[in-house]
């Protein structure tokens, strides 16, 4: 049923030194700037590829004010994503270079905090980015470009039951606590048993959640029936505009969502324009004045 990841949505304090970060030094495109649509106040910014396709997208809300993270008993703590095979040099150089500091470093991989703490890792994948996908504002050449999304590291506070919502709600194979889409298997979700029993508290660089992707709605449909089946937590099911969702609480609390691979981020902008104005999907349009005026105020 999961044709693999769509998006991943953190936490950033820092609107314009995240854009920075992500379309500076990692190369990807600003696809989207729009408004978190639960929190009219709140920034809501998109980069993926060229053309902003599911299972490139990495999202941040903007909440100045955020505090710490807390990492408890539930919590999404690492994105890996894809790079060609060969490119790790020319990334170890251009992280060092740009000052971030490496945490991690081996034959594959290299793994280092964005600037609101986020854990990333960079992982070799025997693939290139498509050359219509390839962003072009960038000094990073389509050979090395990031590719997407390769994987997410969960900590879970029940491990039978999270690896049972992978495995029979979203349809995925799951072998030695890692839960992969059957149509792209080297794309993994890796579930970790937490060992405390304290809260986790989500804040600064946190990943609120991660979205998973499926071709149409009647997949979204066919998953809630199993997520009312198994007694999962149902939150909501909208309609985002870019987007169709399913938003669902997994046994150990975590925020699962599902979304349609379409209509995209084409919806309001041309292609070769998005990310350059402030969008919002037609359903929002009548509050616009309102949004925009709390958002630039904020930022004055």
């Not at 997208?57 to 993270?69: A, D, K």
């Not at 999962?232 to 699962?256: A, C, H, M, N």
Request: with cysteine; hydrophobic share 35%; net charge negative.
């Amino acid at each position: 049923m999961i044709s693999g990841f769509h998006h991943l949505t953190a936490i950033t304090k820092d609107a314009e030194k995240n854009k920075i970060f992500y379309t500076d030094i990692l190369g990807l495109r600003l696809v989207k700037q729009t408004v978190n649509q639960d929190n009219l106040t709140d920034p809501h910014l998109f980069y993926g590829d060229y053309k902003g396709t599911p299972g490139t997208i990495l999202t941040f809300f903007e909440l100045p004010r955020v505090g710490q993270r807390h990492e408890e008993d539930s919590y999404i703590h690492e994105v890996l994503l894809k790079i060609p095979q060969g490119s790790l040099p020319f990334w170890r150089n251009r992280l060092t270079a740009g000052v971030v500091r490496l945490i991690g470093n081996d034959e594959a991989s290299c793994t280092f905090l964005d600037p609101d703490d986020m854990k990333i890792s960079l992982v070799e994948m025997p693939e290139m980015i498509a050359p219509d996908q390839a962003t072009r504002h960038s000094d990073v050449p389509a050979e090395y470009q990031i590719i997407g999304i390769q994987g997410i590291h969960y900590t879970v506070s029940d491990l039978e039951k999270t690896e049972a919502f992978f495995r029979d709600v979203l349809g995925m194979k799951v072998t030695n606590h890692i839960a992969h889409p059957i149509p792209f298997p080297d794309e993994e979700s890796r579930l970790i048993q937490s060992t405390s029993l304290k809260p986790t508290r989500l804040g600064k660089g946190a990943i609120d959640h991660i979205a998973y992707s499926v071709p149409e709605r009647k997949v979204l449909d066919l998953i809630l029936d199993k997520a009312k089946d198994s007694q999962i937590t149902v939150e909501k099911i909208i309609d985002r505009g870019y987007f169709q969702s399913l938003y669902l609480r997994e046994p150990s609390g975590l925020r699962i969502e599902i979304a349609t691979e379409h209509p995209g981020f084409t919806l309001d902008e041309p292609l070769e324009k998005l990310g350059e104005s402030f969008a919002l999907p037609d359903f929002l349009e009548t509050k616009r004045k309102a949004i925009e005026d709390t958002i630039l105020n904020r930022k004055e």
